[in-house]
């Protein structure tokens, strides 16, 4: 396979496995929100834990997404040129 579909497959595996570590850390955070702050807090302020949920949760699968990246980049690494001198 050329190296730009390997390219293409790798961004889309990249992106594939971003999205579903937004979802897995969302899970995570609402169950020990709920487990954990819900009992402590008042009503009247509980509902302020989704939107803080939901931007811990990009915030959390973005860091974890770069540290997986860089990861693979170091195991996996691209030759640039080779991407360049097969352009189609």
């Known amino acids: 396979m050329a190296t730009k579909g390997r390219m293409v497959l790798f961004m889309l595996g990249a ?5 579903l570590l937004v979802v897995i850390c969302f ?3 609402i169950l ?3 487990i954990l702050l819900v009992p ?3 009503e009247n302020v ?3 834990g989704l939107p803080l949920v939901l931007l811990s949760s990009f915030i959390l699968s973005f860091l974890i997404y770069q540290k997986a990246i860089k990861l693979y ?5 691209i ?10």
């Open 15 to 19: 992106t594939v496995f971003n999205i």
């Open 27 to 29: 899970f995570v955070l």
């Open 32 to 34: 020990f929100y709920s």
């Open 40 to 42: 402590i807090i008042p």
């Open 46 to 48: 509980s509902f302020i």
């Open 73 to 77: 980049l170091k195991k996996h690494p």
């Open 79 to 88: 030759n640039y040129r080779e991407i360049n001198n097969h352009q189609t």
